[in-house]
């Protein structure tokens, strides 16, 4: 078996012996190189019959050595190295070009650029392991690059060390520090170690310097090389419930030249982004071309469009409402709901102009989404410190939120097959084994009028009321929400409003009575805030041009619907271990390829016909798939 290596690596320079001399620095400035020449017997196995092409797209090619190129420096995680090409020639056109030529490099099958550790363009090149690691950790280019160049000066000087150390121990042994002297010392005209020079030196160390400019540039490389993959990734995401927001966490940490003011994203109801757009203004005009685009998506598909979706703003028709007077907080008349208060906020056009139902679906249900409701609330609170905040916030969340009263007797009953005693569920038990619903219009302005009333009077023993007077035109803007029934969960089928994740044995008990079921909710809003989070993560420093901006908010957004796949485990659903768009996608089509193949030859056996030549292993494929 003939075992071949591309890898050249250096000798270990305190093994080599120097006779009577002094250990030589130039040992230890040497680098690994990798030697790329495709049109060797070295690489034969490689090509495999497969003729190389010409740059110049010859139409008979006749390609062959024509000696060796300049070394070209790749810069890695662990070190740099050099790539030492050959230099090629085409007998046929008698043209010349260098072996990691880029543009020859894309003509070359893709075994050949698979082996290839670095990826290339006309002057930049840079380890592939380097480029892993910057779209693996999200960490800046600045800090990438004092990342490796802090790597790179700590091995010169690792290096530098290990000179000095060889040396002293030349020395040692010439002193009889071990106990017997060498006569080494007097064998030599020179006793003057020589210098092993600076980091930077052409015929020492010759280190290269790395700026967060150069990473930059790789970054965008490496995005355009990935951008097709990415983007036919993020177009195969759908949904059948949508759930978006507005965030200006991103728009406040990076200043772009466009002014945008915040950021929306759309969610499907497995916390996958269907889209991420930033916005210049909040109105709605703003995002009609969005969901243009969102229902092209679904009409080419042959996809039937969501019918639901939760946002945090414009749920229903626009309506104004009057500032109250001054104290008229403090009167309970001006918080009740009458009659006629509600005839009049649910009359007239009541029709919602939301960019989803004008530009998706007619027959979109605009929901309001809770969390953000309930987070009104509190901020009309005069602080999160005062005593009765946390009483408000708990009441609140009970008016808003009723448990599904089959679910938790189930869950009290596990209690008692468990022998838990009293069956009191705790607060997590219930939120991961309970459905809750926000209820009709008219029962919900009722709960959450009591909460108020409970509460628009109470002071602390300072004497400070826990609401603020803006707390009155929020409840009022806030019952229309109500009464309209923008916040009440509509009667759909199962699995709209929570997802089935499968039963949880109670405390580790065996037996059907302590299985509860794991209801995950659709409509939840932890997700969307985690990705909110993220968000600002990906797109690093303060200040960033379109393009990277471009790449890294896509290669973001790409790797937060794969985890969230990996997080999802479905059944008979493989992924890979880690995430590379472009690598799934070129295994994929060898798979597809493979499949093909085995079904083709497969018929060709059916009809008679006789394969001489089938290797061992695709004879096991066929006979299973014959199976």
């Known amino acids: 078996m003939n075992m071949v290596s591309l890898w050249r690596y250096p000798p270990q320079p305190e093994l080599i012996e120097t006779n009577t001399g002094l250990p ?34 010859c139409q008979n090619p006749n390609v062959v050595s024509s000696g060796v190129g300049r070394p070209r ?65 999200g960490k800046s280019p600045n800090d990438m690059a004092n990342q490796l160049s802090e790597v790179l000066h700590l091995k010169f000087e690792r290096a530098h060390l290990a000179y000095l150390l060889s040396v002293q121990n030349v020395r040692d042994a010439e002193a009889g520090l071990y106990g017997q002297k060498t006569i080494t010392g007097a ?21 290269v310097y790395v700026s967060a400019h150069y990473l930059i540039e790789c970054l965008l490389h490496e995005y355009q090389r990935q951008e ?5 990734l993020l177009q195969g995401t759908f949904g059948q419930v949508f759930r978006s927001d507005h965030t200006r966490k991103v728009a406040r940490k990076v200043t ?38 969102l229902s092209n998506r679904y009409s080419v598909a042959g996809i039937p469009k969501a019918k639901y979706q939760w946002v945090d703003r414009d749920c229903c028709a626009a309506f104004r409402v009057m500032d109250p007077g001054p104290y008229e907080h403090q009167q309970w ?14 009359s007239g056009n009541l029709k919602n102009l939301h960019a989803a139902c004008r530009k998706f679906n007619e027959d979109m249900v605009v929901k309001l989404d809770l969390f953000h409701c309930m987070r009104r609330f509190t901020r009309e609170c005069v602080s999160e410190h005062h005593p009765l905040y946390g009483s408000f916030c708990q009441f609140l969340s009970s008016a808003f939120s009723v448990v599904d009263q089959g679910d938790l007797e189930k869950l009290k009953n596990a209690y008692r097959f468990c022998g838990i005693e009293p069956s009191n569920p705790t607060k997590l038990h219930i939120r991961e084994h309970c459905r809750t619903k926000v209820p009709h219009p008219r029962e919900l302005v009722q709960w959450v009028e009591e909460v108020l009333h409970h509460f628009y009077l109470a002071k602390d023993p300072n004497n400070i009321f826990l609401f603020k007077p803006s707390m009155l035109k ?20 199962e699995g709209i409003l929570y997802r089935y994740g499968g039963t949880l044995q109670l405390n580790h008990v ?23 989070f993220h968000q600002a993560q990906w797109v690093t420093g303060n200040r960033v041009s379109p393009e990277l901006f471009q790449a890294q908010g896509m290669t973001g957004v790409a790797r937060w619907n794969y985890q969230r796949l990996v997080d999802l485990k479905q059944p008979g659903v493989v992924l890979p271990g880690v995430f590379d768009p472009v690598l799934m996608r070129v295994k994929q089509g060898i798979y597809k390829c493979d499949r093909a193949t085995q079904i083709s030859s497969l018929a060709h056996l059916q009809q008679g016909h006789r394969r001489e030549v089938w290797p061992a292993i695709c004879g096991a494929r066929l006979s299973t798939c014959a199976s």
């Open 228 to 232: 097709a993959a990415l983007t036919q």
């Open 256 to 293: 772009l030249l466009s002014g945008t003011m915040s950021s929306y994203a759309v969610m499907n109801e497995n916390w996958m982004i269907l889209f991420w757009v930033m916005l210049q203004s909040e109105s709605e005009q703003s995002l009609e071309s969005m969901y243009c685009g």
């Open 24 to 57: 030589s620095p130039k040992y230890f400035q040497l680098h690994p190189f990798f030697i790329w020449k495709p049109e060797h017997s070295i690489m034969e196995r490689l090509r495999n019959n497969y003729i190389l092409p010409c740059l110049y797209r």
């Open 187 to 207: 064998l030599r005209k020179d006793d003057t170690p020589a210098p092993f020079g600076d980091y930077g030196d052409t015929d020492g160390w010759n280190g």
């Open 510 to 532: 065996k037996g059907d009575g302590a299985a509860v079921p794991i209801w995950i909710p659709v409509r939840g809003t932890s997700q969307q805030e985690g990705f909110h």
């Open 474 to 493: 929020l409840w009022w803007i806030q019952r229309i929400h109500i009464l309209r029934g923008c916040l009440s969960d509509p009667e759909v089928e």
């Open 333 to 346: 008349e001006a918080w009740r709901t009458t009659e006629a208060t509600v005839a009049e906020v649910t």
């Open 73 to 137: 420096v790749i810069l890695g995680i662990t070190g740099q190295f050099y790539i030492l090409a050959s230099r090629l020639c085409c007998k046929a056109c008698k043209r010349y070009w260098f072996a990691d030529k880029p543009q020859w490099l894309d003509i070359l099958p893709q075994r050949f650029r698979n082996i290839l550790p670095a990826f290339l363009t006309h002057k930049k090149a840079i380890c592939k392991t380097v480029m892993d690691e910057l779209r693996r950790s």
